[in-house]
């Protein structure tokens, strides 16, 4: 007997295809799978010949269709979910496509372009019963987990500042420079402090201030360079945001309370070690957090809600509630004047329950794809 959008009662694994075989999919998320114990990588969307051969070989996929054979692959009966690694503007119709056809969906972030596709994409698992996560890796990082369960126990006090840069350069055509397909800054990097800002105060912003930069640089004509926000949370607490498309590589975040301060650098990378130093009355803590194959922990956990009928904890409410904050930065913007949020119930946050401490593994080699910085 079927538990739910056709997953056996005794299955123990989950039968994946990936769609939009780019640089993400290719350097982490394919070798990711060989890295979990219930996910099942056996088919690949794309309309590159050479991509499907040369990583078909590589991954044993021979199940390779293009983006207007998709909807055949939803009913084929060969899979059980779809990993969406596409354009941000392109994830909401693959996603609600998927879920009508009874697939469960683990979709990359930022879930969508706006609000109301986010809506529908919720609308959609929901009503047909299928499960949908968005892709926050962190929510399942050790030194993120820990940086959490540290600033809980009240070890620096009641919190009063977040305090975030994330930039990197990225080259001139690169698809996060397209307007029409979801780019800029914000949109890419900024949801990774907007989210951690939401998971450090266990609470949703009440009110912020965007404001935008350009240097004139021609890579910037369609979108932002450079993108800050200020996001104030209840009690008055307040988180400060740059993301810039424009600026050497940083990563990192500061938290600030009455007793102390947290520092994690870097806070969102998955190439290397994270590092944790705590600072209170004068004295100084570090720890280092060995490096963890993020993507795999990802794809396991959702392989275990599937498998077990339960909801993930970065659900598509998690998405919406960053996107929400997207949209009215970008209003801020453009209207120079801070923007109120209408209030936000979210019930579940990350914690140390989810952490996973999978070995890394070996980034792929890119067939027709490079990274956001050429390289």
């Not at 780019?22 to 998320?29: A, M, P």
């Not at 070798?31 to 078909?56: I, Q």
């Not at 962190?138 to 369960?149: G, R, S, T, V």
């Not at 993507?295 to 998405?319: H, I, K, M, R, W």
Request: glycine fraction near 8%; charged fraction near 25%.
């Amino acid at each position: 007997m079927a538990l739910f959008s056709g997953i056996s009662a005794d299955s123990k694994r989950v039968r994946y295809a990936v769609v939009g075989l780019g640089w993400i999919s290719q350097e982490v998320v394919l070798p990711a799978f060989k890295n979990t114990k219930d996910s099942d990588l056996v088919a690949f969307v794309t309309d590159d010949p050479e991509k499907a051969e040369e990583l078909g070989k590589k991954y044993d996929v021979s199940q390779a269709l293009g983006y207007d054979d998709y909807e055949g692959l939803l009913s084929s009966g060969t899979i059980d979910a779809v990993y969406i690694a596409l354009p941000n503007s392109m994830h909401k119709d693959y996603t609600v496509r998927a879920a009508k056809a009874g697939i469960h969906v683990l979709c990359e972030k930022p879930m969508a372009d706006n609000v109301a596709e986010c809506e529908e994409m919720v609308r959609a698992a929901e009503e047909n019963n299928v499960k949908l996560m968005i892709a926050y890796r962190l929510h399942f990082e050790p030194a993120n987990l820990k940086a959490i369960e540290t600033i809980q126990k009240g070890d620096i006090g009641d919190l009063r500042i977040f305090s975030s840069v994330f930039t990197q350069q990225v080259v001139e055509g690169n698809v996060r420079l397209k307007k029409d397909l979801g780019g800029g800054p914000l949109m890419d990097m900024g949801v990774y402090p907007i989210n951690a800002s939401r998971y450090i105060f266990r609470d949703e912003p009440i009110e912020v201030i965007g404001a935008g930069a350009n240097s004139g640089d021609p890579r910037f004509s369609e979108v932002h360079e450079t993108a800050s926000g200020i996001l104030r949370f209840p009690g008055d607490r307040l988180a400060l945001i740059t993301s810039s498309f424009g600026a050497a590589p940083a990563d990192a975040y500061q938290v600030v309370g009455t007793k102390g301060e947290l520092w994690l650098q870097p806070a969102y990378d998955y190439h290397e070690q994270l590092k944790m130093k705590i600072k209170i009355e004068g004295k100084e803590k570090e720890t280092a957090f060995d490096k963890v194959d993020q993507f795999g922990a990802e794809l396991e956990y959702f392989s275990q809600c599937v498998l077990d009928n339960t909801d993930p904890e970065p659900s598509g409410y998690e998405g919406l509630a960053d996107v929400r904050i997207v949209q009215a930065l970008l209003e801020s913007m453009r209207s120079g004047r801070p923007v109120k949020l209408e209030p936000f119930e979210k019930k579940t946050r990350p914690g140390e329950q989810q952490k996973f401490e999978k070995s890394p593994v070996k980034p792929g080699k890119l067939v027709h794809a490079e990274s956001p910085s050429g390289s």
